[in-house]
């Protein structure tokens, strides 16, 4: 699975894929999501990284994951 900048965020935010560089949250990646999931996957965190955990203005409230998720600074509700 190819990490670009969004799936690095998500995956470090999230827990699902912690790593310092690309290709340590490509191996958590690998290891957590099976490999019938991977291609949608991949779609699926580049999506929910372009637009909704944005970079500088994360959208916890609108997040489908945010339960689930391990940043600490989330955006607090209104």
């Not at 699902?16 to 699926?44: C, F, I, N, R």
Request: aromatic content about 8%; glycine content about 6%; some cysteine.
């Amino acid at each position: 699975m190819a990490v670009d900048t969004h799936i690095f965020r998500v995956g470090n935010r999230t827990g699902l894929a912690p790593g310092k560089t690309p290709s340590e949250a490509e191996m958590q990646l690998m290891t957590h999501v099976p490999p019938a999931y991977l291609a949608d996957a991949h779609h699926w965190l580049i999506l929910l990284g372009r637009f909704v955990c944005q970079a500088r203005k994360p959208q916890c409230l609108r997040c489908g994951v945010a339960q689930f998720c391990d940043f600490k600074e989330k955006t607090p509700a209104p």
